[in-house]
């Protein structure tokens, strides 16, 4: 079994940097699958960042995603009220074949 | 790209439901597919994928053997036919588009179990 553990909430004031980790025992099989996912309440979530460290069209250059061994971590710089959100990873496993979620991170800005 | 889930509602426990996914904006028959649920207060939880031709099926275990993930492609739609349904299936359920990562979401539509 699998599992994505990330913090259950992480926080900071306005302007300041934040991270969330996600660390886990997928089985990856050596390919960038790695993404995150920001959710605001009674929205769909959105994707933020793919293969690790790519971000999306439109998506602003204060996120960033960098993965090292089985840990990952979603930076946000210069943070803004409008980034109070749950965040997500997600892996596909190879062994399992099926995704796997961590189990989101609240950002809260003081 | 647009993604519109459909077919939700309140079921009895044991009882059937069958959601849909209609796409549009793009190449349907290109991509890969998935449905997503979230409980209430609770995080995402995958249920299943389908290959872009529907050639290679997953699911996740807590669905093995209830649900059953299909896709018409000549009709840009995406479907999940779920059978003896629990309280614990209660959940919003996404249909995303999926290409080594989720880059399309649905709005999500809510499937309640409850006698």
């Known amino acids: 079994q699998s599992v994505l553990t990330q913090p259950p909430s992480v926080s900071a004031a306005p302007g300041q940097r934040v991270t969330i980790s996600c660390s886990g025992s997928?089985?990856?099989?050596?390919?960038?699958?790695l993404s995150w996912y920001q959710q605001f309440p009674g929205t769909a979530p959105k994707l933020l960042i793919y293969a690790n460290n790519k971000r999306p069209s439109g998506i602003p250059d204060r996120f960033s995603g960098s993965k090292s061994g089985t840990s990952a971590t979603l930076g946000i710089t210069g943070l803004q009220t409008g980034d109070e959100a749950d965040y997500y990873c997600a892996t596909w496993d190879y062994s399992l074949n099926s995704w796997v979620f961590g189990g989101g991170t609240k950002v809260t800005v003081l | 790209v647009q993604l519109v889930e459909s077919g939700g509602g309140l079921v009895k426990p044991g009882r059937s439901l069958r959601l849909s996914c209609a796409a549009s904006g793009f190449s349907f028959s290109d991509f890969h597919m998935s449905w997503i649920r979230q409980a209430s207060g609770k995080g995402l939880e995958w249920v299943s994928f389908i290959s872009s031709a529907g050639t290679t099926i997953h699911y996740a275990d807590s669905v093995k053997g209830r649900f059953t993930i299909s896709r018409d492609n000549a009709k840009n739609s995406l479907y999940l036919q779920m059978n003896s349904l629990r309280d614990d299936d209660t959940a919003v359920y996404y249909c995303a588009r999926d290409q080594e990562n989720f880059d399309y979401w649905g709005q999500g539509t809510l499937v309640t179990v409850s006698s």
């Open positions: 997928a089985s990856t099989d050596g390919r960038n699958y």
